[in-house]
């Protein structure tokens, strides 16, 4: 039976993040980075297609937590003999490839175990094992080889061979204390000295709680905005600038269907969504190192834009699927790529656009060609505005018009004659300022259903879409027009499922899928800032402690929530779901300000 998404911890070095679950098995683990194969894949099959293993043998009482603000992992099982801890942690800023893990004895004495698996292309490939000598000054090592992929083992005390595994068995002390390190590196090249592990420790401690007091945020709920904008750098490789949408592939929408997608990549419109949270919180230098990441992914024809890339920039994310994996809780297929690259999805210049304007608003200026590369996008999007598109949600039915997506092509032209007016760069004003007044009238007209009093889905239908919550985010309505209050209240009626919202209601056929889904967190995340932009402070307040109460034991959570069976839903951890918690709670701090302004003037 698979374990539970919500007992997953992850740690990550800002190039690939590792899954350990509260028995103390790291069971994914793509080296040397996020959308690399993974080497450890229990996750989405057994312990026989890979996973590394330190935890106390039969029943403990376990509670764990990060150190400060790091994602450096501190687990405790306690038994009925003792108590030990686990210490886990990728190192930051060396740019190698190692989780570390240390055990200590606390009290007593505690029976452990030690079971290491590696299992390379997605646990369908078997290493070759070896027992080497110590290296340097090194303990004796085990390595596995495989094709372009090595790993090294070292450690105290070395598990031993048992029929295709490594496994120990033994007492663990107080006062005790083991070190263990999993490393990765490219199999033609020698193998790397071992870590000096106090040292790395106290370099990713410190690295990391200066990045997190740099968070400019004060206010309700600034343990939970603190612990998002760390798990959005935990996304984000610091060497490349890429942001990936999550840490895993096919962890499923809907247990035991179809809906399992690989989101180990770089979506521009995630992205940008992030970039809106960092630099809200005071992070403008990760700005830079994405927009330069965007400037070489996107170089070229603008014709060739896509939605999403690879980590470092690449184009090719051809989607297949893994047979030899049974998925997670038996969902299948298992898929690895993404076949979404080739669609349309209007709305991602918007949000790109959106992002980069907020960026020059607290100084970051724009190279020669970062602004070109936009101005030949938006020129770009001049031509084919009017083409319908597959919508942010990815739909595999059939194109649409989308109205979200109508709503951030006008956003795409308001910040780019924003970027003209406010900031002196040049560009097609006149052209742009008539397209947005264009683009507006017929979302006006066409988006806007007179009878339900709600804007919908796309133009040809009823339904409502939890996207049209943005709308007065962005400024194409304000906040009190009852146009906004209409769509509020329709996606309130048609969309909600146990407090949390849905996208948009799968019967409909709009995505051309089989199966439903749970609540998508981000949609009920973008629920409370509209609610605290309309001055429903009350509702927005409750919703936002329901979300909060969702986040696992470590601040993490996943892409959706299953309220009836109170499990967290697919992939993790999820950007999406985090950025809209640190959106929500800054929009809640603004309108209580405003709130308590007002009532002081009266």
């Known amino acids: 039976m698979s374990i539970p998404i919500e007992e997953y911890a992850a740690v990550g070095d800002t190039e690939t993040v590792a899954l350990i679950s509260r028995k103390g098995s790291v069971d994914w683990l793509c080296l040397p980075r996020f959308d690399s194969a993974a080497c450890f894949t229990a996750l989405l099959g057994t312990k026989e297609h890979g996973r590394w293993l330190i935890g106390p043998v039969g029943e403990a009482t376990t509670t764990r937590s990060y150190r400060g603000d790091t994602f450096i992992l501190e687990t405790v099982h306690r038994t009925d003999t003792g108590a030990v801890k686990v210490t886990d942690l990728m190192p930051l800023g060396d740019g190698r490839a190692d989780l570390v893990r240390i055990v200590e004895g606390l009290e007593g004495e505690v029976e452990m175990e030690h079971e290491w698996i590696v299992r390379t292309s997605y646990g369908r490939v078997r290493p070759w094992v070896s027992h080497s000598p110590g290296h340097v000054r090194d303990h004796d090592v085990l390595t596995a080889i495989a094709g372009n992929d090595m790993l090294v083992l070292r450690g105290s005390r070395l598990p031993v061979a048992d029929e295709g595994h490594h496994y120990d068995r033994w007492t663990v002390r107080a006062g005790e204390h083991y070190n263990f390190s999993n490393t990765w590196f490219a199999s033609y090249k020698p193998i790397p000295p071992p870590l000096d592990i106090p040292a790395r420790i106290e370099a990713t401690e410190t690295r990391s709680s200066e990045w997190a007091d740099r968070c400019t945020y004060e206010g309700p709920y600034r343990d939970t905005v603190v ?20 840490a895993t592939t096919s962890l499923p929408e809907d247990f035991g269907g179809e809906r399992n997608w690989d989101y180990r990549y770089c979506w521009l419109r995630d992205a940008s969504l992030t970039l809106e949270a960092l630099l809200k919180s005071g992070h403008v230098s990760a700005t830079k190192l994405w927009r330069d990441w965007l400037v070489r992914a996107i170089a070229g024809d603008p014709e060739d ?232 402070l009350d509702k927005g307040h409750a919703l936002m402690e329901r979300l909060v109460g969702l986040l696992n034991d470590v601040g993490l959570v996943a892409e959706e929530y299953d309220p009836q069976n109170r499990r967290q839903v697919g992939n993790f951890p999820q950007a999406f779901s985090h950025l809209t918690l640190i959106g929500g709670a800054y929009a809640l701090r603004d309108a209580d300000r405003a709130a308590a302004a007002e009532g002081a003037s009266r």
């Open 305 to 536: 834009m896509q939605i999403m890339y690879a980590v470092d920039g690449g184009r090719d994310l051809p989607e297949r699927e893994l047979d030899h994996l049974p998925g997670y809780a038996d969902s299948r297929p298992v898929r690895v790529g993404n076949g979404a690259v080739g669609q349309r999805q209007t709305d991602v210049l918007g949000e790109v656009m959106i992002a980069l304007e907020e960026a020059r608003v607290q100084g970051l200026e724009e190279s020669g060609q970062s602004w070109a590369i936009q101005r030949a996008l938006v020129n770009n999007l001049a031509k084919h505005w009017q083409e319908p598109d597959h919508g942010l949600w990815e739909m595999r039915g059939p194109k649409q018009y989308f109205t979200h997506s109508r709503v951030m092509i006008w956003a795409a032209f308001d910040r780019a004659i924003r970027a003209v007016e406010l900031h002196g760069y040049e560009g097609d004003v006149e052209l742009w300022r008539d397209l947005r007044d264009r683009v507006r009238e017929d979302v006006l007209e066409r988006g806007w259903n007179e009878e339900r009093q709600t804007f919908t889905q796309h133009y040809v239908t009823t339904e409502v879409d939890a996207s049209l919550l943005v709308i007065p985010q962005i400024g194409f309505l304000p906040p009190d027009d009852p146009r906004v209050l209409g769509t509020i209240a329709a996606v309130e009626a048609d969309l909600m499922r146990d407090g949390l919202l849905l996208r948009y209601r799968t019967e409909s056929g709009v995505d051309g899928l089989a199966g439903d889904e749970h609540p998508f967190l981000a949609c009920s995340g973008w629920l409370v800032s509209a609610y605290a932009l309309t001055g429903q």
């Open 227 to 246: 612990r998002s904008l760390l798990t959005l750098r935990l996304l984000t490789d610091t060497r490349r600038g890429g942001i990936v949408a999550a």
